[in-house]
């Protein structure tokens, strides 16, 4: 259920961080050390980005939203990385410039379909410009959490 996602979000400031592969070794070993994902997650995280990339151009902040099969996941969560300077991810498609991603958004998602409105409604917040340049301003979990609670009950209510 999309409650369970809502349940399990973790905000990092990865300031520090100078490339994809750095930003995603840091945060998935903080989704495995939370319980969210086997250990062999990072190496599926990578393995996946290399074959499947997931940098989206969205308006005001370029995101990137890596993932691993549903294999390696114990539990559903989002664990989203805040970087001050971007980080370069291959875009979805593999067409088009390299994205210069400030905002990573790592999914745990063990049955897609179960979770089917909660992902659309990550799709609107990732869509939405002002949110997405808010929220990187100040990365405030609250703040985050209440922009996908509102896009969740307009998604249910359709």
Known sequence: MATDILSNIEVLNLNHATSREEVLTVMSKVVIEKGYATPGFLNAVLERERNYPTGLHTRGVEVAIPHADPEWTLKPSLTVGVLQNAVEFEPMGGEGDMVQARLIFLLTIADPSEHLNFLKAFATLVEDEDTLVE???????????????SALQAETTK
């Open 135 to 149: 929220f990187e301003k100040n990365p405030d979990i609250h703040y985050l959490l209440g922009r996908l609670q």
